[in-house]
């Protein structure tokens, strides 16, 4: 993919800079995070990732339209970030607590 996207960038622009991309961190781990992967890695989906995309460009083209500073729209993304990672960690306690309560239930029924 990278390959791809490089060529598709050298083609558009005319040529090819070993810094392009560079700034675009943060867009990529808010991307992923957003789209539904865990932080601790291991789960997901590629089309949540796709629609996180989607929502972090409307983010950014809406608050280049309302005429925000873009250095703004970096604040919005951290702040996306930290929601997000806080609801997935949220999310990933309620289900060790579940699965450890489940493990309960079945061994106290075993004979």
Do not use: C, W
Not at 46 to 70: M, R
């Amino acid at each position: 993919m990278v390959g791809i996207s490089a060529i598709l960038a050298a083609s558009r622009f005319g040529t090819g800079a070993p810094t392009f991309g560079a700034g675009f961190e943060l867009d990529v781990i808010a991307a992923v995070i957003l789209g539904g992967v865990a932080f601790t890695g291991g789960e997901g989906s590629v089309i949540g990732v796709v629609l996180a995309v989607i929502l972090l460009g409307i983010i950014n083209s809406g608050l280049i339209l309302t005429g925000i500073d873009p250095h703004y729209a970096q604040v919005v993304k951290g702040a996306a970030l930290v929601i997000a990672v806080t609801l997935d960690q949220l999310t990933q306690e309620q289900q060790k607590r579940h699965r450890k309560k489940i493990a309960f239930q079945e061994r106290s029924l075993a004979p």
